[in-house]
């Protein structure tokens, strides 16, 4: 027998091959899972497209209505004014605008210069504002770090060490910071909303 090869025919019946691991394929169109899964997922859609509508809604309704100042504060061009009844130094008048979450007043042009000027309609009162003498430069800074504008504001008085700006109703000058006088808060004017009712 030697050198002899002996071949066979194996005939193996499918029955008999190892099964595969992976599940057969569903057709795409069948949902796996409970009933009541699909029922529930179907259900968060449509929570889902009502919560957006809503939202949608609401914003439509709702508009950007006046602008409002707080209490006691008076509105002029896109500003809230405080004007103060007590007297206090310049730094204590800083001070105080800051507790009230505002600043002491910037004059960004001659027309917001006119409107608050007419507001103080008495040439006696003295009013500070945010705008001092720099120790370095002797120029008037105001405390937000730009430089007056000489064209805007035509300040009497010298710009000396420890000179702080005050208006009235006639007259910008320049005093010691030591002096008290009244003075004048600024913030922004805040927007609110104002909804809009539908005819029914």
């Given at each position: ?23 057969p394929?569903?057709?795409?169109d ?35 209505g ?101 208006i ?33």
């Amino acid at each position: 027998m030697d050198g002899q090869v002996t071949y066979a025919d194996l005939s193996v019946s499918r029955n008999c091959l190892p099964k595969s691991s992976s599940p057969p394929s569903l057709p795409q169109d069948v949902c796996q899972g409970p009933l009541w899964h699909r029922f529930a997922l179907k259900l968060c859609c449509v929570g889902v497209m009502l919560l957006t509508l809503t939202v949608i809604g609401l914003s439509a309704s709702e508009r950007p209505g006046l602008l409002k100042c707080p209490l006691d504060w008076l509105p002029i061009q896109e500003k809230c004014l405080f004007f103060s009844r007590t007297f206090k130094s310049w730094n204590d008048s800083l001070a105080d605008c800051s507790t009230k979450e505002s600043s002491l007043l910037l004059i960004k042009d001659q027309e917001e210069l006119r409107l608050i000027q007419n507001e103080i309609s008495d040439g006696g009162i003295l009013y500070w504002i945010g705008l001092n003498c720099t120790l370095s430069e002797k120029k008037w800074k105001w405390i937000n770090g730009s430089f007056s504008n000489s064209n805007i504001l035509k300040i009497t008085g010298n710009a000396e060490e420890n000179s702080c700006v005050y208006i009235s109703w006639t007259q910008i000058t320049s005093e010691s910071c030591e002096v008290e006088n009244k003075w004048i808060c600024q913030k922004e004017l805040k927007p609110t909303r104002k909804k809009v009712c539908s005819a029914s």
